[in-house]
């Protein structure tokens, strides 16, 4: 089985719900491959538990292809067969294709920062802290990786048993927007979960606003996106 995080995510909450096992259903089922959007640890035990497979993390772009991938040990092996893989003093990505002869990309910067690491068997993607363009800016000129809203939603998503999906969009540099699908309102002691993750994510005193809405927005593509910012 092959699909976004996000949505395969989803999928295997309401396996879980109704206590399905789908390896059990579909036997013929080898392993799950998440794509495009990050997985968590959290989230590949989710996927784990209501599919029963075991769940393979991939790393690409649409310019590249598969840039890194789970090994054996689920460890984000880069494909240096196909790629050849640096960071430039920002951390972002710059990208290599070996094969694409009808438009060579040579230390194409495709946006993403990372960590890479150089072990025994080749090297490696120790970690993805999202797009040099989803940065979240902060009074006193701080500034925190997008991904950082992911651990602040988690909170909420996986202890208030009603919120089904969020994202946050930044209007200042202190107020954020939380728009969440939910069967109610969300209360004080949850709105509270959210505020205390952002105090210790980021910073303290941020003004947060809580929306309930029916419909999360996604990129043209399909892709959901947790973090929109509205800074200049």
Same mark, same amino acid.
């Given at each position: 089985?092959?699909?976004?995080?996000?949505?395969?995510?989803?999928?295997?909450?309401?396996?879980?719900?109704?206590?399905?096992?789908?390896?059990?259903?579909?036997?013929?089922?080898?392993?799950?491959?998440?794509?495009?959007?990050?997985?968590?640890?959290?989230?590949?035990?989710?996927?784990?538990?209501?599919?029963?497979?075991?769940?393979?993390?991939?790393?690409?772009?649409?310019?590249?292809?598969?840039?890194?991938?789970?090994?054996?040990?689920?460890?984000?092996?880069?494909?240096?067969?196909?790629?050849?893989?640096?960071? +430039?003093?920002?951390?972002?990505?710059? *990208?290599? @294709?070996?094969?694409? &002869?009808?438009?060579? !990309?040579? $230390?194409?910067?495709? =946006?993403?920062?990372?960590?890479?690491? +150089?072990?025994?068997?080749?090297?490696? *993607?120790? @970690?993805?802290?999202? &797009?040099?363009?989803? !940065?979240? $800016?902060?009074?006193? =000129?701080?500034?925190?990786?997008?991904?950082?809203?992911?651990?602040?939603?988690?909170?909420?998503?996986?202890?208030?048993?009603?919120?089904?999906?969020?994202?946050?969009?930044?209007?200042?540099?202190?107020?954020?927007?939380?728009?969440?699908?939910?069967?109610?309102?969300?209360?004080?002691?949850?709105?509270?979960?959210?505020?205390?993750?952002?105090?210790?994510?980021?910073?303290?005193?941020?003004?947060?606003?809580?929306?309930?809405?029916?419909?999360?927005?996604?990129?043209?593509?399909?892709?959901?996106?947790?973090?929109?910012?509205?800074?200049?």
């Amino acid at each position: 089985m092959y699909g976004y995080t996000n949505a395969v995510r989803h999928f295997a909450d309401y396996l879980v719900s109704k206590n399905i096992v789908l390896a059990s259903l579909c036997p013929t089922l080898k392993a799950v491959i998440v794509t495009s959007e990050m997985c968590t640890d959290a989230d590949k035990k989710i996927i784990a538990k209501g599919t029963g497979l075991k769940v393979i993390n991939e790393y690409g772009a649409s310019e590249t292809g598969i840039i890194a991938i789970d090994d054996k040990d689920a460890k984000m092996k880069v494909s240096e067969e196909l790629l050849y893989v640096e960071t +430039n003093d920002k951390g972002q990505l710059l *990208i290599t @294709s070996f094969h694409n &002869r009808a438009f060579p !990309l040579i $230390r194409y910067n495709i =946006g993403d920062i990372a960590t890479l690491v +150089n072990e025994d068997h080749g090297m490696y *993607i120790e @970690s993805i802290q999202g &797009r040099s363009d989803d !940065l979240v $800016r902060l009074p006193g =000129g701080r500034v925190a990786a997008g991904l950082t809203l992911y651990y602040c939603s988690r909170d909420i998503l996986e202890n208030s048993g009603k919120v089904k999906e969020l994202y946050i969009t930044q209007k200042t540099l202190e107020d954020f927007v939380v728009y969440y699908v939910a069967d109610s309102e969300l209360q004080g002691k949850e709105q509270n979960l959210v505020q205390g993750a952002f105090d210790k994510y980021l910073q303290p005193d941020l003004k947060l606003h809580f929306e309930r809405t029916d419909i999360i927005r996604r990129k043209k593509n399909g892709k959901f996106q947790l973090f929109y910012s509205e800074l200049a």
